[in-house]
T-cell receptor, first 111, second 115 residues
Framework: GQQLNQSPQSMFIQEGEDVSMNCTSS?????WLWYKQDPGEGPVLLIA?????ELTSNGRLTAQFGITRKDSFLNISASIPSDVGIYFC???????????FGTGTRLQVTL | ETGVTQSPTHLIKTRGQQVTLRCSSQ?????VSWYQQALGQGPQFIFQ???????GRGNFPPRFSGLQFPNYSSELNVNALELDDSALYLC??????????????FGPGTRLTVT
């Protein structure tokens, strides 16, 4: 099945650094969602974006809905050890319940 | 803690067998969606149920079927298991007809291994 392209595939950063990751699609979406998944758990919603060009923050996290509606970006500022996990983008077309996930970005943080 | 539970946690089946996975949503959650997550990949949408009716389906064959019950529980049934069906199966629930506007809450998943 289709999966959105996320990059980077994995990141190894130091505590306190800022992190950027992005997600691209060949299809247009009307909703972009960003999730975090920890081992042994299901994904947890971090940020939801509903409008092209929208920039939304949730604490240290900031996400943007790309103007072309085919991409989205997530930034994490001042990373801390609990940011470790896998981050997934997901897109939703206008009338469908079918949520399409990205391939994931694995984040590892060192002290 | 999302209030969504899944059972069993793990199970092992043989190719060709049938399996039933269960999900229990929060009371009042009328939408349940099921996803398949292969190792190292993102979840893939299987189907969604709203008030006991199928309301959307991904690119999965008919041997994947589901049921949703009035008590906010649901099942995913897979017939004629194949090796590629080995994956983590996630259910997610939300209070309304989920189309992205409110949050859907994921369970911890059932890890299925087909040998």
């Amino acid at each position: 099945g289709q999966q959105l392209n996320q990059s980077p595939q994995s990141m190894f950063i130091q505590e306190g650094e800022d992190v950027s990751m992005n997600c691209t699609s060949s299809s247009i979406f009307n909703t972009w969602l960003w999730y975090k998944q920890d081992p042994g758990e299901g994904p947890v919603l971090l940020i939801a974006l509903y409008k092209a060009g929208e920039l939304t923050s949730n604490g240290r996290l900031t996400a943007q809905f790309g103007i072309t509606r085919k991409d989205s970006f997530l930034n994490i500022s001042a990373s801390i050890p609990s940011d470790v996990g896998i981050y997934f983008c997901a897109g939703l077309a206008s009338t469908a319940s079918k949520l399409t996930f990205g391939t994931g970005t694995r984040l590892q943080v060192t002290l | 803690e999302t209030g969504v539970t899944q059972s069993p946690t793990h199970l092992i089946k043989t190719r060709g067998q049938q399996v039933t996975l269960r999900c229990s949503s929060q009371s009042g959650h009328n939408t349940v969606s099921w996803y398949q997550q292969a190792l190292g990949q993102g979840p893939q949408f299987i189907f969604q149920y709203y008030r006991e009716e199928e309301n959307g389906r991904g690119n999965f064959p008919p041997r994947f079927s589901g049921l949703q019950f009035p008590n906010y529980s649901s099942e995913l049934n897979v017939n004629a298991l194949e090796l590629d069906d080995s994956a983590l199966y996630l259910c997610a629930s939300s209070p309304t007809l989920w189309q992205g506007r409110d949050e859907q809450y994921f369970g911890p998943g059932t890890r299925l291994t087909v040998t």
